[in-house]
């Protein structure tokens, strides 16, 4: 149980964390912080926070549970803003898509203080960013990757594994480098690949006019590509290598279809098909328990 | 109201068409063929179908409405098999996804009686293939193409707007042409990028592991890329050329992205992005009626 949660970012992650902790019991109040005041109102205004905090450094004077959640980029700049107030019992946490990048921001800042940052990534979201989309339910039944550092406090890590698992969240532990190795893979990328073929498709000379004949196939595959702009953009560059080299073997596969496709080998597109569509179909999403 | 539907191919289109005919009151009873006799004795079984026929023609035979619902590279085959028994009575549709190959093999086998051909593609489906995901509501809400030929007969034509009405679709008219580049870029190039994508994730030497990390946003991404490899083989070669030239646009835009991630320009990935995010959030399936 935690007297007060200062949340620093109120859009749909730091929202729906801020939600669930009040929904579950864990958290007396809430104190948030966003970049733009009007996001903070808004939290205030939808009972999602309780108090607006002016300044990140205020967000987080008097909590004992810390949580950033504004776009990876931001990471340094707001670790700096805080640091003289993180005491050593707080637990700091981020929600950050990326990691390598936020626990090397997170060493140059926090010093000795280091120990009380876990640094979290919980697999959820939607592609409605904002803290009107924030909901108690967002993390439930997720997983949620913790990338723990040799200096982390083992107290702040049990608090964090604690934390989520209460909101209904599978824990996991990986390093920050394959972590952020294995979601190039299966987020970074595609997020990249839906934003260049909604561009694609929509600014062609007929795009509008094709927009209106897409169907449920079509509606799946860009969900993605709704997603917000700003958050993505800082998790495209500071995973840049990771995703480039993910684009290079997806590249290779597609090359190698149309190149079936051109020649004409039915048998072959078939296969490659083949193998795709059997290993979607036994895949199933990793989940924390049966919903 | 028919007397009996003639389903060749008996898979989940086909199926699901038969189930609406009857859920409809449009129809007395359903003959079906598939090339399989196992997929046809499961339709049988299911009750998707009334009579199993053993032949594409024994199927046609009494029929006053017949649906061609196999992969589209077998149009051909399959229309000389049966022309013999082709009423100008006989209602003649089929659901294949592209439109001018099949349009062209109508032309080429049905001489005459092409009239009674009205080409159709219902924008519907899902990942799941096969008779046993068949449904009575799949083409419920959903937009249906009808690619009419200046031989079309007027009277097939309006049959076949009212059925397609009476299952809940809205019925939309175009050249086959225009069909297939509107769904080349819509359709069987998102399709083609997620068989890439996911066999490039899947074939990688972490593939495995990385596969237990993927959320939610993986799994509509790809949700697609389990479609059925037969249908979609036949549906990229009969359409290549448009699929090529999506492919061009595609990778044009994600090479600018890749370019502005290299130069770590944030602003312009961020430009990109927002325009894509905007683009998609304000888009909306087209729907028959609201839901």
Not at 64 to 87: F, G
Request: with cysteine.
């Amino acid at each position: 149980m935690f007297n007060q949660l200062g949340v620093i970012g109120c859009g749909l992650m730091g929202g729906s964390f801020a939600l669930a902790l009040k929904k579950a019991g864990l958290v007396k109040r809430v104190v948030g912080y966003s970049k733009s005041p009007s996001t903070t109102e808004q939290a205030k205004r939808l009972g999602v926070i309780d108090t607006a905090a002016e300044s990140a450094l205020l967000a987080v004077s008097g909590s004992d549970i810390v949580l950033l959640a504004m776009p990876v980029a931001a990471t340094e700049a707001t670790l700096k803003a805080i640091r003289h107030l993180i005491d050593p019992k707080v637990l700091l946490m981020d929600v950050g898509s990326t990691k390598a990048d936020v626990v090397d921001a997170a060493r140059r800042v926090l010093g000795k203080q280091l120990g009380v940052f876990v640094p979290a990534h919980p697999i959820a979201g939607k592609e409605s960013a904002g803290v009107q989309h924030a909901e108690a339910t967002l993390y439930h039944g997720r997983q949620v990757i913790l990338t723990p550092l040799p200096e982390t406090d083992a107290t702040q890590l049990q608090k964090a594994t604690d934390v989520w698992s209460a909101l209904g969240c599978q824990v996991l532990k990986m390093t920050p480098q394959n972590h952020d190795a294995a979601f190039a893979a299966v987020s970074h990328l595609p997020h990249l690949l839906a934003f260049a073929y909604f561009s694609a498709v929509a600014n062609q000379p007929s795009g509008r006019d094709f927009l209106t004949l897409a169907g449920p196939g079509f509606r799946d595959f860009t969900r993605i590509a709704a997603s917000d702009p700003t958050v993505w953009r800082d998790i495209l560059l500071a995973n840049k290598a990771e995703v480039m080299a993910q684009s290079k073997r997806f590249r290779d596969v597609l090359d190698l279809l149309e190149q079936v496709m051109q020649s004409d080998d039915a048998q072959a597109l078939e296969t490659l098909l083949r193998q795709a569509s059997e290993g979607r179909a036994q895949w199933q999403m990793g989940v924390a328990r049966p919903r």
